[in-house]
């Protein structure tokens, strides 16, 4: 009999897996915007990693197996900012980039010590009331000027800097 329980793999596969292979994800910038659609604000969530530091994130997760990106999508949305966040999805799974993570760093601006990850990212709208949950302390709304300063993007690790730079290009804001 074939199990069908949706699930993902141990600790131990999971690191076996990524010592072989390329994981996939969906990353998220969530904004707030006005009635005209332009972005008001940008939320970071704040973290403190394994190590002790504070850093600012994006909404960010794997994909599991035979899950649908949207629904990964959702999923992450809904994990980092809580239930009533109310995330607008584009219709169309077009990512305003796709990120590659290296183990190695310098081979691209996105570095992950564990693993070589693939991420598709995209900038989605909340309209409602977001209270972080799981290892998020807090989600903070900063001004796209906010946003794009260097010391802001300094807090994020990773690369993440680069991937918030690259999605406030993309709705049109250029400093």
Same mark, same amino acid.
């Given at each position: 009999?074939?199990?069908?329980?949706?699930?993902?793999?141990?600790?131990?596969?999971?690191?076996?897996?990524?010592?072989?292979?390329?994981?996939?994800?969906?990353?998220?910038? /969530?904004?707030?915007?006005d009635?005209?659609? $332009?972005?008001?604000?940008?939320g970071?969530?704040?973290?403190?990693?394994?190590?002790?530091?504070?850093?600012?994130?994006?909404?960010s997760?794997r994909?599991?197996?035979? $899950?649908?990106?949207?629904d990964?999508?959702?999923?992450?949305?809904?994990?980092?900012?809580?239930?009533?966040?109310?995330?607008?999805?584009?219709?169309?799974?077009?990512?305003?980039?796709?990120?590659?993570? *290296?183990?190695?760093?310098?081979?691209?601006?996105?570095?992950?010590?564990?693993?070589?990850?693939?991420?598709?990212?995209?900038?989605?709208?909340?309209?409602?009331?977001?209270?972080?949950?799981?290892?998020?302390?807090?989600?903070?709304?900063?001004? /796209?000027?906010?946003?794009?300063? $260097?010391?802001?993007?300094?807090?994020?690790?990773?690369?993440?800097?680069?991937?918030?730079k690259?999605?406030?290009?993309?709705?049109?804001?250029? *400093?």
């Amino acid at each position: 009999m074939t199990d069908t329980t949706p699930g993902w793999l141990t600790s131990d596969e999971l690191e076996m897996a990524r010592a072989r292979m390329p994981i996939l994800y969906v990353e998220a910038v /969530p904004v707030r915007v006005d009635d005209s659609g $332009e972005v008001t604000s940008i939320g970071l969530l704040l973290r403190i990693g394994p190590d002790g530091t504070v850093s600012r994130n994006l909404v960010s997760g794997r994909v599991l197996h035979h $899950e649908r990106v949207r629904d990964a999508l959702l999923r992450h949305l809904e994990k980092d900012l809580g239930p009533v966040a109310l995330p607008r999805v584009p219709a169309s799974l077009q990512p305003f980039t796709v990120a590659e993570y *290296f183990p190695t760093v310098g081979v691209t601006p996105y570095h992950d010590p564990r693993q070589h990850a693939v991420s598709l990212a995209y900038v989605v709208p909340v309209t409602g009331d977001c209270r972080p949950r799981q290892d998020a302390l807090d989600l903070v709304w900063f001004s /796209p000027q906010e946003a794009a300063s $260097e010391a802001l993007q300094s807090e994020m690790p990773g690369g993440h800097g680069a991937l918030l730079k690259q999605a406030l290009a993309h709705v049109g804001l250029v *400093f």
